[in-house]
C-alpha cells in the first residue's frame, strides 16, 4: 500500500488550515499509509491527538454527506470518529471544489490481522452494522453508491485497454458478463450503507470493537451490500469461506 499523500503539506501549512478548526497548535505531524486515494496526515497538537484528511478529487456535497451521517451516528452513541468543528464551515473546509479537508478525533485500538480474526469480532461487526443500519433510518439525505452498475462497466473498459494475460481477459469477460446482467431485487431493505467495512476500517482494543473509520464511501443502498462486503473480509481465510465467521456476522 502506497503512501496516502497525495497533497503534500508543510508545517506552515498544516498550521494555517489547522486555524479553521477547533483543534489547537500544531507540535507534530506525519503523512500515514493508510487508505489509498486520500490524503491522511496524523496530528499531536496543543489540544490532543488527530487524523487530518483530504478527501481527493470529491466535491463539497460528498464531503457534507460523510458529516451529515458520523454527526448523527455519534448522537446515536455509535463508536465512529467524532469529527472537529470548524466554525461556519461546520466540519468540512474546502480547499478547493475537488478536495475536502476534515479533521477528526484519533481513535483508540487497532486493526486486527486476518488470522486473529474470531467470531467474537464478527458479531461485533455484525452488531454494529445493524446498529447503523437501524439508526440511519431517520436520515433522508441520500447519495448514489460511487460503484454502482455503469461505474464497474467503466472500470472494467478501463481493464481491457490494458495489455492483460489471456487468463485476466477471460477473468475480465466473466465478469463484465456477470454485471451486464444483474438486476438487484426489488423487494430488500434499502438504507443508508458503509459499503467499505473491511478490516483495516475497524478498531478492536483489548478484544472489543471501539471504532469504524473511513466513511467516505457510505451510500444509499441495499443493506445486504454492507452484509456481503463485510463477509467477502471478515468470514475468508485462505480464500476459503469460514461459514461460522459467516454465521456469527449475520447472526
Not at 489547537?24 to 486520500?38: P, Q, V
Not at 466554525?87 to 481513535?107: A, D, K
Not at 448514489?144 to 490494458?162: H, Q, S, V, Y
Amino acid at each position: 500500500m502506497g503512501m496516502a499523500v497525495y497533497t503534500h503539506l508543510s508545517d506552515t501549512d498544516l498550521r494555517q488550515y489547522l486555524q479553521y478548526f477547533s483543534a489547537g497548535e500544531l507540535i507534530e505531524a506525519k503523512g500515514i499509509s493508510a487508505g489509498t486515494i486520500n490524503t491522511i496526515y496524523e496530528l499531536q497538537t496543543t489540544r490532543g491527538h488527530y487524523i487530518l484528511r483530504i478527501l481527493e478529487g470529491r466535491t463539497r456535497s460528498d464531503a457534507r454527506f460523510e458529516e451529515e451521517l458520523l454527526v448523527h451516528l455519534h448522537k446515536h452513541k455509535l463508536a465512529v470518529p467524532m469529527m472537529v468543528d470548524a466554525g461556519n464551515r461546520g466540519h468540512v473546509v474546502s480547499i478547493n471544489p475537488r478536495q475536502q479537508m476534515s479533521i477528526f478525533e484519533f481513535l483508540p485500538g487497532r486493526e486486527v490481522a486476518v488470522f486473529e480474526i474470531s467470531e467474537s469480532h464478527v458479531q461485533q461487526v455484525g452488531g454494529f452494522l445493524a446498529q447503523m443500519h437501524i439508526a440511519c433510518r431517520e436520515l433522508t439525505r441520500r447519495r448514489k453508491n460511487r460503484f454502482g452498475r455503469e461505474r464497474l462497466l467503466e472500470l472494467l473498459d478501463i481493464c481491457d485497454a490494458e495489455e492483460l494475460t489471456e487468463a485476466l481477459k477471460h477473468d475480465v469477460g466473466e465478469l463484465r458478463a456477470e454485471v451486464g446482467d444483474y438486476s438487484p431485487p426489488k423487494n430488500l431493505p434499502r438504507g443508508i450503507i458503509h459499503g467499505d467495512l473491511f478490516t483495516d476500517n475497524v478498531r478492536f482494543s483489548h478484544g472489543k470493537l471501539c471504532g469504524v473509520i473511513d466513511f467516505e464511501m457510505a451510500s444509499s443502498g441495499l443493506l445486504i451490500y454492507d452484509i456481503a462486503v463485510a463477509i467477502c473480509d471478515w468470514a475468508f481465510s485462505q480464500n476459503t469461506l469460514q461459514p461460522s465467521l459467516a454465521g456469527a456476522l449475520v447472526e
